[in-house]
């Protein structure tokens, strides 16, 4: 096939993906839909059971509906990186996840499940093996806390069964054209672009060169043997992760930086945290630590190595405002005064939040990325 046709057949599949990713958002509500994270029947005891559902359909909803302002989410989804096919498979491997738990016979869920994981593994091999173990390992807990440990089993082999035959795939096509299965193609040119720590990882150029150029100062690097190499560190990694976590807090929603994630945080701290919160905290921890050990901070429009776990973030904020209604609606004796008034104070201050990223946060974006 010429390369040209792979460009045109590459172009359109991304296209595709990008039209077709914001439903796969608002499809992914189900996630949060009233899902259960074990496979027996509804007549099962539901008291007995820890963490069994992940969340109601509203969750999901309004998860949707902060996903489809967010700044984040808009750029990234109109861009042509990779990051946007890996959110595509990412979303689909954890509703098929989830709905495999929830049913008695959930196989064939599982089976898709590992299908869609193993082609997050073929677009961002690091991103899908930390998502994937860090969501699979929580989520099956409470099945086996419950003893149904062939179920729990059946549902991880279903996933094996899928997953494999992609990541076998990859490995062949590794050997194909580079003769040996863990060898990159990409680190034949790029020999410094991996994960890990060492003075032979990361970018090679050591000094740096400002020049005038129509007026304006540009930074040009080089190598220089008389410096010390860059290398990347443990204390690099947690000065990328500094920008990333910056940054995330401007993109994510375009909110005021120091309540972008607050919302996350007390969905864990507010009330004792579900199965369901621990999963996604796991995915975006794991996530973020990953790429602690990645030389390159890689910031464009906004955090793109923290996409993934996107959903994660969203579903999270979600919990975290109804902790804080809850705690805000604690003082009325009534029942129904205290859901009303937190519910309120919290509606309202989430939808300023949502209105001045509409207005003054959003338009402002474009000419942000360009300059």
């Not at 989410?73 to 498979?89: I, V």
């Not at 990361?202 to 540009?218: C, M, P, Q």
Request: proline residues 5%.
């Amino acid at each position: 096939m010429e390369i040209g046709t792979v460009a045109r057949v590459s172009f359109e599949i991304a296209c595709l993906v990008t039209l077709t990713r914001p439903l796969v958002l608002v499809r992914q509500s189900r996630v949060a839909g009233p899902l259960r994270l074990d496979p027996e029947p509804t007549g099962f005891d539901r008291r007995r059971a820890s963490g069994r559902h992940l969340y109601d359909r509203r969750v999901g909803l309004a998860a949707a509906l902060l996903g489809a302002v967010s700044p984040f989410f808009l750029f990234m989804s109109g861009s042509m990186m990779a990051h946007t096919a890996e959110l595509f498979w990412i979303t689909l491997f954890m509703l098929f996840w989830v709905w495999g738990l929830k049913r008695a016979k959930g196989l064939l869920w599982t089976i898709l499940a590992g299908l869609a994981l193993g082609m997050a593994f073929l677009t961002r091999q690091p991103s899908a093996v930390a998502i994937g173990i860090s969501f699979i390992a929580i989520t099956i807990l409470p099945a086996l806390r419950e003893g149904r440990t062939r179920t729990a089993f059946s549902r991880v082999g279903g996933l094996v069964i899928g997953v494999l035959p992609l990541v076998a795939l990859f490995f062949a096509y590794q050997t194909i054209v580079t003769g040996g299965p863990f060898e990159n193609l990409h680190q034949r040119y790029w020999f410094f672009d991996r994960l890990g720590f060492g003075e032979d990882i990361g970018l090679d150029k050591n000094a740096f060169r400002v020049s005038n150029f129509d007026g304006h100062a540009t930074t040009s690097w080089y190598y220089d043997s008389s410096q010390p190499p860059l290398g990347h560190s443990p204390a690099r990694g947690l000065y990328n992760t500094e920008r990333n976590w910056l940054s995330l807090e401007v993109n994510l929603f375009g909110w005021l930086p120091l309540f972008t994630l607050a919302f996350c945080f007390l969905a864990v701290v507010a009330r004792r945290p579900s199965w369901a919160d621990i999963s996604l905290l796991a995915v975006a921890a794991c996530l973020i630590g990953l790429y602690m050990a990645y030389w390159s901070a890689g910031i464009s429009y906004g955090p793109r190595y923290y996409y993934a776990a996107l959903p994660a973030f969203l579903l999270l904020t979600v919990r975290g405002v109804q902790a804080a209604a809850a705690r805000i609606g604690k003082s009325p004796r009534d029942a129904e005064t205290r859901a009303k008034r937190g519910g309120l104070v919290m509606g309202g201050l989430v939808a300023a939040f949502v209105l001045g990223n509409l207005f003054v946060s959003l338009p402002n974006f474009p000419d942000w990325y360009q300059g």
